[in-house]
C-alpha cells in the first residue's frame, strides 16, 4: 500500500471522508497487485477530485462532470490498464449524469467510485443533486426543495453490472468492495457515503455510524431485490444499507466490438495504407 | 477538349447523388478529372435537389459556371434549370441539353438556348424491372451517349457499382444501354468527351480525411452525428473492420472529445469531430487538451450558422468559433485545406502536429469541401508516425511538463514504468502537480504559460512557407482560405488571361497565421479577401495582424462561390476606385 502513496499530501479537511476512500482504493490496488504503472486514477472537479495527485499511479484530472468518458478513452486504448474514475456527487450526479448513465449501459470495464457528501465542497456549500429535501445550504437558504438524486437506482436501470454502496466509517468494507469492482469484468459503480465535516453538519460519521447497515446474504444477481435495497433510507438504526447491492455477467462493449475485441489497439500496429486501399475513391 | 458540366436534378428520394455519383466514377474511371456540387435539403424525401458533374481532361479545381447537359428528373427541375433568372446560389441556367421523360413531363416552359431531348425513361425502365430509380439509369445511359462516350465504359462503372447484385447490375446495364441507343436514334452528340486511359482517384473530402486519418496511423475515432461532419464517421464505421478503427458514437459531444483525450493520453492516436454546434459542445474539452498537453486532432465541418442554421449548406462562418473556443489564454494549431487533396494531405499533418506540439489541432472543413466529389491531384503514401518526445521508463526525476527551450516536455503514457505523474486540469508544475490548492506560485503560474506558448513560436518558426498562386508581379491580391481555393484560382486564370495582374496568396495554415503573409502584402493596388460569410472572418484576423487596408468579398447564402459570380465581385472590386494600402512597418 505504502508503493501507492503520492509524493502531495492530501489537502482535504480534517475528518474528510475522501481520506477512507483514498485508503480503500491504494489497499485495493496493493492486495491485488497492480503495479502502479499499470493503473490509472482519472477524476472531475470538487474535493474528491484532487485525488490523483496523492496516489503513486497515473493521474488525469480532468473536467467537472466528464470523468467517465476520459476513463473509457483511456480503457479503450489500453485494456491492459487498470482504470478508475472517482469524483464527487456534483460533478458525476449533476454534469456527468449522461455519461454515467451511458457508460453503464455499454459496461465499460471500468471503476467508478463517488465521494457522495451531498454537497458542493469545493464551492463552499451548495446543494447537491443528493442533498436531502429541507437542508439548509448557502443556495437554499429556506431548506432544499428539490427531491435528491438515487444514484444506485439510476446506474442499476442503466444496466450497470456490478452496483456498490460503501460508507467512509466502514474502510475494511470499502476496501473489500472496492477489490471487488476491480475485479469485476464490466462497468462497476461504488457510490460512498461521505461525511463532509465543513459543510455537511448533518449527516456526518455519528448519523451513518447509526444509520448503515452491510447488506448479507443478499441475492446479487436479483435486480429487483437490489432495486429495493436501493430506495431504503432513513435515520433509524439499519435504514442505510452497504455493500454490493448487484452484481452479474454481462458482456462488456470491448468484448463485443469487433475491433476492440481482437485485442489491445495500443499494441496493435496501426493499418498501413497501400495504393490498393485507394480503389475505394472514385 | 473544353470542360462539360452535367446537373441531375429532381426530388429528395428520386436518387439525385446515386446517379451524380455513378457519372463521377464513370468520368474518374475513364482518365478524366471531375470536380461535383450537390445541392440538396434536409429532407429525406420531395422537395428539390441537384447534383452536378464537372469534367474534363485538365485538372478542374471547382463545380464550373454554366452548364451543358441537364438530367430533369421531373417537372420542376427542368423548368427550374432552364430558366434565366435561376434562383440556385450562383448555378448557371442551363444553355445546352434537356434530358427528361417525355411521356411524363409534356407541359413545361421552353427556353430558346435549350435543346430538348425528351427520351421515354419510365417506359423503358418498366420494360426490366418496376424499380423506380431504373430510369435514372436509363437517363445516365442517354447522357452518356450524348457525350460521345462509347457505352462500355459505362458499363464496366454500372457492373462496378452494382457489383454484388449480379442480376441487377446486368439489368442496369441493358436499361442504360437502351436509353443509349434511344439518344443516339433520336439526337445527335451534344459535346463530345474524349475519354483518357490513365488511373484517377477521386473523392469527397470527408473520405479524403478518414483516408488521411488512417494514413497517420489513426485507430479511434469518436463522435456524435452532425451534418457535415458525419461523412467522417460514416466513413470510418464502413471501413472499420478493414483498416482496425474503433468507431463510437458517444452520447453527446463532450463525451467524444473527452474519450478522444483519454485515448491519445494513453496513447493510441484518436480523432473527434464535429460541426460547428455539436464543436460548441466540445469546447472545454478543447482547453483540456491544450491544458494536460495531451494531443488532440478535432475535424471540424462547417455549415451556416447561428444555431441549426443550415444544415444542408456551406460556410465559413466558424473561424472565429475555433481560434476562440475554450476559456483562457493558450496555443492551438488550425488547418484549412483547400481542396480535397489537402484535405488528405493535412490530416496526417495535424497528427504529428498534435504529437509533437501535444495541442489541440483542428482541421476545418465545410459542407462543399465534405461532400463533394474532386479529383486527387497527387497523394503520397509515405508517412512517419513522429509521436514526439517520449520519456524512457525509470526516468529519474520525471517532470512531465519540464520548462524546456521549445516548450515541449516528454510525454509518458500509463503502463511506462517508473513514471508515474499527474496531468491536471489545474494549473501545475513541472511535474504535474496543482500550483493553486494550497499556495499558489504566482511565478510557476508565469513559466507554465510561457512554456505551453513557446511551443506556439517554435511551430510558427517550422511552418511550411503560406502557398500563393500566380503571385508574380501581381497587383492585385486575393487571399482565401479553406473551401474557396479552386474558384479563386480559376478566377485568376480567366483574369491573367486577360492581361490582369493578379495572384493569390492561399491561407491553409490559417492559425497561427504564416508571419510570411506579411511579404505577399506590399505594394499591392489591392488586397481582395475572399470568404464564404458574411463579416470577414479571415479578413478581420489579417486586419489585426498585419494591419492592412483590405477589401472584402463574402459569401453567405449557403453555397459556394461559383467562378463566374466571384470574377464579377472580383472585377467590381479591381474597378472601384481605391485608397492607399498600409502596411504594418511602413
Known amino acids: 500500500m505504502e508503493s501507492y502513496k503520492g509524493k502531495v499530501a492530501p489537502d482535504w479537511c480534517p475528518g474528510c471522508g475522501n481520506f477512507a476512500q483514498l485508503r480503500a482504493i491504494s489497499a485495493a490496488l496493493a492486495e491485488l497487485n497492480i503495479e502502479p504503472e499499470n493503473a490509472v486514477i482519472t477524476s472531475g472537479i470538487g474535493c474528491s477530485s484532487n485525488m490523483p495527485e496523492f496516489i503513486n499511479a497515473y493521474g488525469y484530472h480532468g473536467l467537472h462532470g466528464r470523468l467517465v468518458p476520459v476513463a473509457a478513452g483511456i480503457k479503450w486504448a489500453n485494456p491492459d490498464l487498470t482504470v478508475i474514475g472517482y469524483g464527487g456527487d456534483g460533478d458525476g450526479y449533476f454534469e456527468g449524469t449522461q455519461h454515467l448513465y451511458h457508460f453503464a449501459k455499454r459496461n465499460v470495464d471500468i471503476t467508478y467510485m463517488v465521494s457522495d457528501n451531498q454537497v458542493f465542497g469545493l464551492t463552499t456549500g451548495q446543494a447537491s443533486p443528493t442533498t436531502p429535501i429541507g437542508r439548509k445550504t448557502k443556495n437554499t437558504p429556506d431548506g432544499n426543495i428539490e427531491p435528491p438524486f438515487n444514484p444506485l437506482q439510476y446506474v442499476l436501470t442503466a444496466g450497470a453490472s456490478f452496483v456498490a454502496r460503501g460508507f467512509s466509517g466502514d474502510i475494511k468494507t470499502l476496501t473489500e468492495i472496492t477489490k471487488e469492482a476491480i475485479k469485476h469484468k464490466g462497468f462497476s459503480f461504488i457510490d460512498v457515503l461521505s461525511p463532509c465535516p465543513t459543510y455537511n453538519k448533518f449527516n456526518g460519521y455519528d448519523f451513518y455510524r447509526k444509520t448503515f447497515y452491510r447488506l448479507e446474504n443478499n441475492n446479487k444477481e436479483d435486480f429487483y431485490e437490489a432495486y429495493k435495497h436501493a430506495s431504503e433510507w432513513g435515520d433509524q438504526p439499519h435504514s442505510i444499507p452497504t455493500g454490493i447491492f448487484y452484481e452479474v455477467n454481462k458482456t462488456r462493449y470491448e468484448d463485443a466490438d469487433e475491433v476492440l475485441s481482437k485485442g489491445s489497439l495500443k499494441k496493435t500496429a496501426p493499418y498501413k495504407l497501400t495504393e490498393d486501399d485507394l480503389t475505394e475513391f472514385y | ?586
Open chain 2, 1 to 586: 477538349m473544353d470542360d462539360v458540366i452535367v446537373r441531375i436534378g429532381g426530388a429528395a428520394g428520386d436518387g439525385v447523388q446515386s446517379a451524380g455519383l455513378i457519372l463521377t466514377k464513370t468520368f474518374s474511371r475513364n482518365g478524366l478529372y471531375v470536380s461535383t456540387y450537390n445541392y440538396y435539403q434536409s429532407l429525406i424525401r420531395g422537395g428539390q435537389g441537384w447534383y452536378q458533374i464537372r469534367t474534363s481532361e485538365e485538372v478542374v479545381k471547382n463545380q464550373g459556371s454554366g452548364l451543358d447537359v441537364l438530367i430533369a428528373l421531373n417537372e420542376d427541375a427542368l423548368n427550374r434549370h432552364t430558366d434565366e433568372n435561376i434562383n440556385e446560389g450562383g448555378a448557371s441556367p442551363l444553355s445546352g441539353i434537356a434530358i427528361f421523360d417525355g411521356v411524363m413531363i409534356t407541359n413545361y416552359n421552353k427556353n430558346s438556348n435549350v435543346k430538348y431531348c425528351p427520351v421515354p425513361l419510365r417506359d423503358i425502365a418498366l420494360k426490366y424491372d418496376k424499380n423506380p430509380l431504373l430510369k435514372n439509369t436509363v437517363a445516365l445511359g442517354a447522357t452518356i451517349a450524348s457525350l460521345g462516350v462509347g457505352f462500355n465504359a459505362f458499363a464496366n462503372v454500372i457492373r462496378e457499382v452494382f457489383g454484388k447484385k449480379g442480376k441487377i447490375a446486368e439489368l442496369n446495364v441493358n436499361a442504360a444501354k437502351e436509353g443509349y441507343d434511344y439518344f443516339m436514334d433520336n439526337y445527335s452528340v451534344y459535346k463530345k468527351v474524349k475519354t483518357i486511359k490513365r488511373k484517377m482517384y477521386a473523392s469527397t473530402g470527408g473520405d479524403a480525411v478518414g483516408f488521411g486519418g488512417i494514413n497517420a496511423g489513426m485507430q479511434m475515432y469518436f463522435a456524435y452525428p452532425m451534418t457535415p461532419a458525419s461523412s467522417v464517421m460514416q466513413f470510418f464505421s464502413t471501413h472499420a473492420k478493414k483498416y482496425n478503427i474503433f468507431v463510437k458514437v458517444t452520447e453527446d459531444e463532450i463525451s467524444a472529445i473527452n474519450a478522444a483525450i483519454g485515448a491519445n493520453y494513453a496513447g493510441v492516436r484518436t480523432m473527434t469531430g464535429s460541426s460547428g454546434g455539436g464543436f460548441a459542445l466540445m469546447t472545454e474539452g478543447v482547453g483540456l487538451s491544450a491544458m494536460t498537453e495531451v494531443p488532440l486532432v478535432v475535424y471540424e465541418a462547417q455549415r451556416p450558422g447561428p444555431s441549426t442554421g443550415l444544415p444542408t449548406k456551406t460556410e465559413q462562418g466558424d473561424l472565429n468559433q475555433v481560434i476562440g473556443a475554450g476559456q483562457g489564454d493558450f496555443p492551438r494549431i488550425v488547418l484549412a485545406p483547400g481542396n480535397i487533396t489537402d484535405a488528405f494531405n493535412l490530416t496526417k499533418e495535424a497528427f504529428n502536429l498534435a504529437y509533437k506540439y501535444q495541442l489541440p489541432v483542428f482541421i476545418m472543413s465545410d459542407l462543399y469541401l465534405a461532400e463533394h466529389v474532386e479529383t486527387l491531384l497527387n497523394i503520397d503514401l509515405d508517412y512517419i508516425m513522429d509521436n514526439g518526445l517520449m520519456a524512457k521508463d525509470n526516468e529519474e526525476n520525471y517532470k512531465r511538463y519540464e520548462f524546456t527551450d521549445s516548450g515541449i516536455s516528454k510525454r509518458a503514457v500509463p503502463g511506462q514504468k517508473g513514471l508515474m505523474h499527474n496531468e491536471d486540469s489545474d494549473e501545475h508544475d513541472e511535474y504535474g502537480n496543482v500550483v493553486s490548492d494550497q499556495v499558489t506560485d504566482p511565478k510557476i503560474r508565469m513559466l507554465s504559460v510561457e512554456k505551453r506558448m513557446r511551443k506556439i513560436e517554435d511551430y510558427i518558426k517550422n511552418m511550411p512557407p503560406t502557398r500563393t498562386y500566380k503571385i508574380e508581379e501581381a497587383d492585385y491580391l486575393v487571399v482565401q482560405w479553406g473551401s474557396t481555393r479552386g474558384a479563386v484560382e480559376e478566377v485568376i486564370d480567366k483574369l491573367r488571361g486577360e492581361d490582369i495582374k493578379i495572384g493569390a496568396v492561399e491561407i491553409d495554415h490559417i492559425f497561427p497565421l504564416n508571419p510570411d503573409i506579411k511579404n505577399y502584402l506590399k505594394n499591392k493596388k489591392r488586397i481582395i479577401v475572399v470568404e464564404n460569410n458574411y463579416s470577414g472572418q479571415l479578413n478581420k484576423l489579417l486586419k489585426s495582424e498585419f494591419l492592412i487596408n483590405t477589401d472584402f468579398i463574402g459569401k453567405y447564402d449557403g453555397e459556394a462561390f461559383y467562378p463566374d459570380e466571384l470574377k464579377n465581385s472580383i472585377e467590381g472590386k479591381i474597378n472601384e476606385k481605391y485608397e492607399k494600402i498600409k502596411i504594418r512597418g511602413e
